[in-house]
């Protein structure tokens, strides 16, 4: 049988601080500078020690991150969604100060509207007046049509609403609406 050669382990030198992974000689050097500015050196953030279940919760919420960063959608939807995943990363790392329970989410009692009405009124129309598009076909089917002018009057519509109202409801209604326009003004009548 062959001895064992005994191993040595190399002198690693003392500006290595192996702990936390960064150049202890450059630290010092650094919180040197900052003595002579009369500055103070930011106080290291304290580390929080999460349990099992947080740290599968981190490591998920890391991995949609990634996902995140790599999926096809707009930039701008990417960016706000990974800086929602990052607040919550962070809100889980950061320390708990106190053990403060929150109520449950109970539900708020709903405070009416001022001006709410029950939905049987607001629905309800006034008695004597007619729906908008009875008006609009009513006026169209008289013999010499309806201008824009006139149909925009009798219902306070703009005129492109008027016409995609009116090329809608021809196709609803199986009606031909013949359009025609003289001297800038275009009118609408019902055919057949």
Request: charged share 40%.
């Amino acid at each position: 049988m062959q001895e064992r050669a005994e191993f040595e382990m190399p002198d690693i030198p003392e500006f290595l601080d192996r702990r936390d992974g960064k150049n202890a000689e450059r630290q010092a050097a650094a919180e040197e500078a900052l003595r002579k500015l009369n500055v103070a050196p930011s106080p290291k953030p304290a580390t929080v020690r999460l349990s099992d279940e947080d740290q599968m919760k981190v490591s998920k919420l890391k991995y949609q991150l990634r996902e995140t960063h790599m999926s096809p959608l707009p930039l701008a939807s990417r960016r706000r969604e990974a800086k929602k995943l990052r607040k919550e990363i962070d809100a889980m790392k950061k320390p708990k100060k106190g053990k403060v329970e929150k109520k449950a989410n109970a539900p708020k009692p709903s405070k009416p509207k001022a001006s709410a009405k029950p939905k049987a009124e607001r629905k309800a129309k006034p008695t004597g007046e007619k729906p908008k598009g009875d008006i609009v076909f009513e006026m169209i089917a008289r013999s010499g049509g309806a201008t824009v002018a006139e149909l925009c009057d009798a219902t306070g519509w703009e005129p492109h609403s008027l016409r995609a109202f009116i090329s809608v409801q021809k196709v609803k209604r199986k009606v031909e609406v013949v359009s025609t326009r003289k001297d800038g003004t275009t009118t609408y009548t019902i055919k057949g």
